[in-house]
């Protein structure tokens, strides 16, 4: 899973954290992808609502660019 996830985009905050404050698409321990900002706390890298970065949050990506709106 982790080989497939790497391979369509995902990085590893591990091995590169994205820009703070910054919305980007996590997917966490749990299972679940959420759309997160990064922050620090005491030096940590953490996600908003207390995620750890490399700990709780396992993989993140740039969000797509949004469709444009045809009026």
């Not at 994205?18 to 890298?45: F, I, M, S």
């Not at 396992?58 to 045809?70: H, K």
Request: proline share 10%; aromatic share 12%; glycine share 8%.
């Amino acid at each position: 899973m982790t080989q497939l996830i790497e391979q369509n985009g995902w990085i590893n905050p591990k091995e590169r954290l994205p820009e703070r404050g910054v919305p980007v698409l996590t997917y966490n321990k749990w299972g679940r992808a959420r759309v997160e900002t990064l922050r620090t706390w005491d030096e940590q890298p953490y996600f908003v609502g207390g995620l750890k970065a490399g700990t709780d949050v396992l993989f993140w990506r740039p969000l797509p660019q949004l469709p444009e709106v045809q009026e």
